[in-house]
């Protein structure tokens, strides 16, 4: 399975972004889609996450503006980012992770989103 992320860009403060993570292959029974940002110097930093039966769950840093569902008859995983601010600015991942036997972890290429003041 292939993760591939896309809909980064620049945009200014207060616009919107949608990205989006399509999954090549067919993913494992219950695996959860999840996306993650990360800036030079610091950790891969959580953002939000559906499993596969639909439950969601958002980084209280976005909540409120930014919003995630899960399409799984083709394998997606959109998150909508409302309000952006410069400190929004990351490289987007998206990861799909299976916690039961077998374990199983993928994580796409990423894609830059850039927010300016």
């Known amino acids: 399975v292939q993760l591939q992320a896309s809909g980064g860009g620049l945009v200014q403060a207060g616009e919107s972004l949608r990205l989006s993570c399509a999954a090549s292959?067919?993913?494992?029974?219950?695996?959860?889609l999840s996306w993650y940002r990360q800036v030079p110097g610091k950790q891969r930093e959580f953002i939000a996450s559906?499993?596969?039966?639909?439950?969601?769950d958002v980084a209280n840093s976005v909540e409120g503006r930014f919003s995630v569902s899960r399409h799984n008859g083709k394998n997606t995983l959109d998150l909508q980012m409302n309000n952006l601010r410069p400190e929004d600015t990351a490289v987007y991942y998206c990861?799909?992770?299976?916690?039961?036997?077998?374990?199983?972890?993928?994580w796409g290429q990423g894609t830059q989103v850039t927010v300016s003041s």
């Open positions: 990861k799909a992770r299976r916690n039961m036997t077998p374990v199983f972890t993928a």
């Open positions: 559906v499993t596969s039966g639909g439950i969601t």
């Open positions: 292959g067919r993913l494992p029974g219950a695996t959860t």
